[in-house]
């Protein structure tokens, strides 16, 4: 793997590794043991006051659910997701049952913490994740119609890359990432 000049000595090799792959070797499985530990990582995820507010939809190529969720992808989305040998549909606990009450201001963040330990677990086995958001909310939600209070918020693409990283990934610098987006002093 090529060394990004920017990246700093003890990064570790799990992140550094990490990428979003555009394809996926739709012969490899994703199977029950795999799949328990990558559920497993998502519930050690902090949350605040320990509120676990997410939820997931797993579905595997041949399994009912995916037969529900590979029809909402959007076309950009299922050229490659369907390949994957994993679809995971997030949902974050963002209301109180059925009102407007909300239930965690910080759901959507808890629910990324938990995507974020998901994703390092999958590359610990080899495999990789990609987080996307194109495919039909509406109906994806009429299909699976989640209980009071939930939403869903994103898909994970989990399987077996097809192929490498792309070379030179662009990466935000570090510098960029403290300044932004916070305005000069006066």
């Known amino acids: 793997m090529r060394r990004d000049p920017e990246r700093p000595d003890g990064l570790h090799p799990l992140l550094a590794g990490r990428f979003s792959p555009y394809r996926f070797d739709p012969s490899a499985a994703v199977d029950d043991h795999a799949l328990g530990l990558l559920l497993e990582a998502a519930r050690w995820a902090p949350s605040a006051g320990n509120s676990q507010p997410w939820g997931f939809f797993?579905?595997?190529?041949?399994?009912?659910?995916?037969?529900?969720?590979?029809?909402?992808?959007?076309?950009?989305?299922?050229r490659w997701a369907r390949?994957?040998?994993?679809?995971?549909?997030?949902?974050?606990?963002?209301?109180?049952?059925?009102?407007?009450?909300?239930?965690?201001?910080?759901?959507?963040?808890?629910?990324?913490?938990?995507?974020?330990?998901?994703?390092?677990?999958?590359?610990?086995?080899?495999?990789?994740?990609h987080q996307f958001r194109a495919f039909d909310l509406e109906g994806l939600t009429k299909e699976l119609d989640p209980a009071p209070g939930?939403?869903?918020?994103?898909?994970?693409?989990v399987g077996r890359a097809a192929g490498e990283p792309p070379e030179g990934r662009d990466r935000r610098s570090v510098a960029d990432l403290l300044s932004a987006p916070w305005s000069p002093s006066a």
């Open 58 to 78: 797993a579905s595997r190529p041949g399994e009912p659910g995916h037969e529900r969720v590979v029809p909402h992808l959007a076309p950009s989305s299922a």
């Open 83 to 129: 390949d994957a040998g994993l679809l995971v549909v997030t949902s974050a606990r963002r209301h109180v049952d059925d009102t407007d009450l909300l239930f965690s201001e910080f759901a959507d963040y808890d629910l990324g913490q938990a995507i974020a330990h998901m994703t390092v677990q999958a590359q610990a086995m080899g495999l990789a994740a």
């Open 150 to 157: 939930w939403a869903i918020v994103s898909m994970v693409a």
